[in-house]
């Protein structure tokens, strides 16, 4: 077992995408990217309802991730529903030859965990083509803010230096600010083109 397995063992409930914050997402990614986005790859997708999600909207669904825990939690609810359009692998994105077209590659809340960024970010990179779109939605800090010991427990990694190496590997990046913890921005979504 390794530590998300023992997370999900106890069965954490995870937000859902926001439906609303989707929609606008979608239709960004459709006028300016891809009219017809098909199909999309969840990095780090846990047991979280995204793959339903996009299912629902008549995506073709990867779900990628390290805890065999959630997986099987994961299939377990996707054979009840007897949803047919996703498919799931075990992967450990930290050494993963992604090598996957898709349109859509979203990982939420996953990035800060991922040891190797650089050799992730650059597989991701492999993989989109022009009118492919990879969404990055992460908790960050920004320098110069002092947090208190209750935001120093929700993980997030620094927002000048991700974006630095974003820069390095992709040519456009969106920066979109939320507010989660507090009124600090302390969410961020990177909407990234090849
Ligand atoms: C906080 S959960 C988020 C899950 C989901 N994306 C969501 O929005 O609810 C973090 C997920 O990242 C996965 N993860 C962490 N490190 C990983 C790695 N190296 N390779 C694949 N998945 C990883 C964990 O197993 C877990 O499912």
């Known amino acids: 077992m390794n530590k998300w397995d023992q997370i999900f063992a106890n069965n954490p409930q995870y937000k859902p995408l926001n439906e609303i914050f989707l929609a606008e997402l979608l239709a960004k990614i459709k006028k300016d990217i891809n009219s017809n986005p098909k199909k999309m790859v969840d990095l780090g997708c846990g047991t979280a309802k995204t793959v339903f999600q996009f299912s629902k909207l008549s995506f073709e669904v990867i779900g990628l991730d390290n805890s065999i825990v959630a997986l099987k939690k994961l299939q377990e609810e996707i054979d009840n529903s007897q949803t047919k359009n996703i498919s799931l692998i075990n992967v450990d994105l930290n050494n993963y030859n992604l090598a996957i077209e898709a349109d859509i590659f979203l990982c939420n809340f996953v990035y800060a965990f991922i040891d ?79």
């Open 116 to 194: 190797n960024k650089e050799f992730f970010l650059k597989k991701v990179a492999e993989c989109l083509h022009d009118n492919s779109v990879f969404i990055l939605i992460t908790p960050v800090i920004h320098k110069g803010i002092i947090y208190t010991e209750e935001d120093k427990t929700k993980i997030a990694v620094d927002f000048e230096e991700t974006l630095k190496l974003l820069k390095n590997i992709f040519s456009s990046i969106d920066v979109y600010h939320h507010d989660y913890i507090s009124s600090r921005e302390d969410y961020v979504t990177f909407l990234i083109k090849k």
